[in-house]
């Protein structure tokens, strides 16, 4: 039986995750819940799954929580340090890292550093300190597990072959709510629209990234580092069905593709059990019903940030962290109505043009310029 922390447990992949747990008890056993805001639910997850440790986002939390979980006593952790203690805790095998946003840096990476095997969903921890993250694995022999569904495939497709070998990898993109609109229109663009994915079910801000397809440019950033290849190695296309979940291009022209349907579920398990496959009981692919699978370039005017993120990716240093914290801030000002939806890329294009990248040997660095860039695109943001 594996022992498993849930970084983000309340999330759409950390309630996912408990459901893999909920129907293999034999082979998964929670032992920490790290949450955010949403406590009732935390508390639920707690009485069900009766974790050793739990930690909230914030201290003034802590009552609210004792007060759901009734007589039930436990300590409760808070803040960044209480995600890492229990992200580092003794007899963990894994660390599901499903906290959204840069908030998930520090804990992903202590755990790394703690010798924990990582099934890594929060793809901020390699798109800010990727050279630093992969090196701390490298130096304790970490595993880490990719669970977005996209690399996850290219995981997947690479079993068997020889990384020398492999000429380029194709991530594949839904195109999210937008893809056919009109370019005029996307000035018009309202909140709940962006919410409206056509495949996923996902949280608010990694919905929104998938409309402006951010999302795929942090993946990029993420493959750069978890697949140790170049990034002019790295290519996305729209596949609008969303079945194909991402494929690799060998040097004999073979491309090696992994299908499936859209459930977070697959992915999760696989990193959850590796090199076994669970029988997770998710609906089949019936290929047979599929009709149709298209695959369609990207339209640069149409989705601007995917640039964004190749580009941070080619100064290097300390610019990708800056795309990641200014597109966090230009994304919850969308959420907020306070900027329009063609806004976002703005804000972190400029942010990035402000900054003055440099090469980090620490984290502190890396953060550092994260807490620049979040004060910088809130002034782009005022002054709009």
Not at 133 to 141: I, Q
Not at 167 to 194: C, D, H, N, Q, Y
Not at 305 to 327: E, I, K, S
């Amino acid at each position: 039986m594996k022992s498993i922390v849930v970084l983000g447990s309340t999330g759409s992949i950390g309630v996912s995750t408990l459901d893999l747990v909920r129907r293999f008890p034999d082979e998964f056993r929670a032992r920490g819940l790290v949450a955010g805001r949403n406590l009732k639910l935390l508390a639920a997850q707690i009485r069900e799954f009766v974790p050793e440790w739990v930690s909230i986002r914030e201290k003034e939390g802590i009552p609210l929580l004792r007060k759901l979980l009734g007589e039930r006593k436990m300590e409760i952790l808070w803040g960044e340090s209480g995600a890492t203690s229990v992200a580092t805790a003794s007899g963990v095998d894994i660390v599901v890292a499903a906290i959204v946003g840069s908030a998930g840096l520090v804990p992903t990476l202590e755990a790394v550093r703690a010798g924990k095997e990582v099934a890594l969903a929060n793809k901020e921890a390699l798109v800010m300190a990727g050279e630093i993250f992969m090196r701390e694995a490298n130096k304790k022999g970490v595993r880490l597990f990719p669970v977005d569904s996209e690399h996850s495939a290219v995981f997947q497709c690479l079993q068997g072959n020889r990384r020398e070998e492999v000429e380029r990898i194709i991530l594949t993109a839904s195109g999210g709510p937008f893809l056919r609109v009109s370019l005029k229109s996307l000035e018009r663009v309202t909140v709940k629209r962006a919410l409206k994915h056509p495949n996923w079910k996902m949280g608010r801000k990694i919905t929104v990234d998938s409309a402006t397809m951010m999302n795929k440019g942090l993946e990029v950033v993420e493959a750069r580092w978890l697949f140790d290849i170049n990034p002019s190695q790295v290519e996305v296309v729209i596949h609008p069905q969303s079945i194909v979940h991402s494929m690799v291009l060998y040097q004999d022209g073979s491309i090696i593709a992994q299908l499936g349907v859209p459930d977070m579920r697959i992915p999760i398990a696989y990193a959850l059990s590796y090199p076994h496959r669970l029988k997770v009981n998710c609906r089949q692919l019936k290929l047979t019903e599929l009709g149709e699978l298209t695959f369609l370039p990207v339209e640069k005017r149409r989705y601007p940030a995917l640039d964004l993120a190749y580009q941070a990716l080619a100064v290097g240093g300390t610019m990708p962290a800056v795309l990641n914290a200014a597109n966090e801030v230009a994304v919850a000002a969308f959420l907020e109505r306070r900027i329009g939806f063609r806004k976002i890329h703005r804000v972190i294009e400029r942010a990035m043009e402000a900054h003055a990248s440099r090469h980090p040997n620490e984290v502190q660095e890396i953060l550092e310029a994260d807490r620049w860039a979040r004060e910088k695109a809130l002034t782009l943001i005022d002054k709009k």
